[in-house]
Structures are given as structure tokens and as C-alpha cells.
């Protein structure tokens, strides 16, 4: 039997009462990292078995569970981008695709691509295997570029019988307004906080009340902050932040420039948000574990300063992906942070 994140139970029985009458594409939507994928591929799991159990999961002993457990199954497709079929290593090979040979030095692109959708045709064409569902699941649905996308609109217009599309994003406002209206939308919200804490120290996750306000309530990003390598960056780079100096912003940038930069960037928009709330409201969001230095930085600052630092950390934002420069990105980033303390 497929598990499911303890928060989303109530969200499964609801799509789950939907299998006799399903539509032809499902829309999962909801904040990132609360395990929206993970339930798209149970969800995918359980359409495809012959016999599930009761309340709809897969039995995970039938023909069709044996295909998708070995990523197999003649009547399932994951569409995905090319970095994050790299993520998650050898599944890319899977469903009748034809397997890499050999590693290109070319950057894996983030985006769907029209190729990939175009490459459904011969799939959606033939009958299905096994008289069931044949189930084309694509995350995140938001990277879809523009011409990926209208390839997909033309499908959902025209679904094949037996079909279902199972799209899943963070951000709906992202996709075409005409693919979105073709959709039964879904909501899969944020976990209740103590619902999350709860997971989290089940997991063995230490400081997880820290971690997950850190996290802005997703508990699959604490837990990856719990395990990740770059922790000791990112506890580098909070005290930058803390100590804001253009004498150390030189060399920490020096220390930080192998860690991802979409990362600090959030890092720095998250605590740039808790100096402001702090100065106007006296309430912190994401880092209360570090109060006292907020106020006392928030004291340093006026309100007009703070909103024209977020400003500028929205348009960094928007680069952070593909800087000419780690080391001179967050060099500058530092830099103009703590220009912001100079009297």
C-alpha cells in the first residue's frame, strides 16, 4: 500500500470518491515542498491497479503495481524537466524511454519542453495494456514553456478515452488560464503546524519547531534543511545577516560560493521579511530562534530602507537561477545588506 503524508488524508478520500466518475485531468495545487508529488504518484498508483484496497490505495501486488514499481508500466508516463529527471537518477529510463549512454556537459534544461509533450502522441494513440486507465502525470506543470504548453492544451481539449492527466504545481497563476479551465482543480494546503511537527520529529528531525518556521511551514524543506550539506553554509550565511559588515561580506562570499544561490536568496528575502515585521509589529515568521538579534538590527533600520531592500531581493530573485557569478552574486548581496546598517 502506497503511505501518504499524515496530512494529506482528508485530501485523498476526497479525489479517491472521485475514481467512478474521474475527469479527464486533475490539477494538484498547493505550497511547495508539502509532498504534492508524492501524492501524485500514489494517486497515479492507485488508478492503475487492478485490485485496490479499501479507501482506494494500490494493493501493490497485481501485474500493474509490479510495472510501476519497476517504472514499466505500458500505460504510465511521467513528464518531467530534464534537471529534475537528474534529481531522481534512474527513473528517466523508464516506460519506454530510451536510456542515456553517456553524460552530456550540457545544462539539463528546467523547462518541459514541446518534444516531450509532442512525444505522448504515439502513447495517448494505441489502446491501453490492460483495459484500464492510461495515466500521463506531469510535475511541475508550471515549468511548461510556451510552446510545450500549447502542444498540451490541444491533448485536454481532445482527451484520448481512458485518459487521465494528473498535472501538479506550486503555482497556478503560472499556467494558461485556458489549460487551468480544462482542469479539475485540487487543493492540497499547508499541514496545520502541530500536524507537521509531529512528522517531523517522527523522523528524527532535531530543532523542528526552528527548522519548519525556517521552512515556512513545509515540512519536506525542514527535513531536506535537517539533512542537507549546505547547513553549515547557510548557518554562515545567517550570521552575515546578523553582523552585517562589508569588512567580512568579501570572504564569507568567498566561503559560500558552492552553495546554491536560489537558496541564500530565499534565505535573505525570509529574514528581510521578519526585520520588517519586527519593526512594525514586533512579530517574527520565520526565524523567531534568532529574536533578539532582530531587534536589535530592526532598531538600526527605518521601514523605508527595508521595503526598498525586498524590492531589490525580488529582482535578484528573478536572476538567481543563472548568475554570471556565485561569488560576485552574493557579494553583492551582502554588500548592499549591510550598507543598509552604515549611519
Excluded at 529527471?85 to 519506454?96: A, I, L, N, P, T
Excluded at 545567517?238 to 561580506?249: D, G, M
Excluded at 535573505?268 to 531587534?295: C, G, H
Aim: charged share 25%; with cysteine.
Amino acid at each position: 500500500m502506497a503511505s501518504l503524508f499524515p496530512w494529506h488524508q482528508a485530501a485523498w478520500k476526497s479525489l479517491t470518491a472521485l475514481r467512478e466518475r474521474m475527469p479527464h485531468a486533475v490539477l494538484l495545487h498547493g505550497p511547495a515542498e508539502t509532498g504534492k508529488r508524492e501524492f501524485s504518484e500514489a494517486f497515479a498508483k492507485s488508478l492503475l491497479c487492478e485490485n485496490p484496497l479499501a479507501g482506494g490505495h494500490a494493493c501493490g501486488e497485481c501485474v500493474s503495481c509490479g510495472w510501476v514499481a519497476q517504472y514499466s508500466h505500458p500505460d504510465f508516463r511521467r513528464v518531467r524537466p530534464e534537471a529534475l529527471e537528474e534529481q531522481v537518477g534512474d527513473e528517466s529510463d523508464e516506460e519506454g524511454g530510451e536510456k542515456k549512454t553517456a553524460k552530456t556537459s550540457k545544462t539539463p534544461s528546467k523547462d518541459i519542453k514541446i518534444d516531450q509533450v509532442r512525444g505522448l502522441s504515439d502513447f495517448l494513440n494505441v489502446s491501453t495494456h490492460r483495459q484500464g486507465f492510461r495515466i500521463v502525470l506531469m510535475y511541475p506543470a508550471d515549468a511548461l514553456n510556451s510552446a510545450a504548453a500549447n502542444a498540451l492544451l490541444k491533448m485536454l481539449e481532445e482527451p484520448p478515452p481512458s485518459t487521465i492527466f494528473i498535472l501538479v504545481t506550486d503555482s497556478l497563476d503560472r499556467l494558461l488560464p485556458t489549460i487551468l479551465s480544462r482542469c479539475r482543480k485540487f487543493a492540497l494546503p499547508m499541514p496545520a503546524k502541530a500536524e507537521a511537527l509531529q512528522w517531523l520529529q517522527q523522523q528524527g528531525v532535531k530543532e523542528s519547531d526552528a527548522r519548519l518556521a525556517e521552512a515556512g511551514g513545509a515540512p519536506l524543506a525542514a527535513q531536506a534543511s535537517a539533512m542537507s550539506e549546505d547547513s553549515d553554509s547557510v548557518s554562515l550565511f545567517i550570521n552575515e545577516l546578523i553582523r552585517p559588515s562589508s569588512a567580512t561580506a568579501l570572504k564569507a562570499a568567498e566561503a559560500l560560493q558552492k552553495t546554491p544561490v536560489v537558496g541564500l536568496v530565499t534565505v535573505m528575502q525570509r529574514w528581510l521579511y521578519d526585520l520588517f515585521s519586527v519593526k512594525l509589529a514586533s512579530e517574527t515568521r520565520y526565524y523567531p530562534r534568532y529574536r533578539k538579534e532582530l531587534d536589535l538590527l530592526a532598531a538600526r533600520i527605518d521601514a523605508a530602507a527595508l521595503m526598498k531592500a525586498t524590492k531589490s531581493m525580488n529582482e535578484r530573485r528573478a536572476i538567481a537561477e543563472h548568475p554570471l557569478s556565485p561569488k560576485l552574486f552574493i557579494e553583492d548581496m551582502l554588500l548592499d545588506y549591510s550598507a543598509l546598517f552604515v549611519k
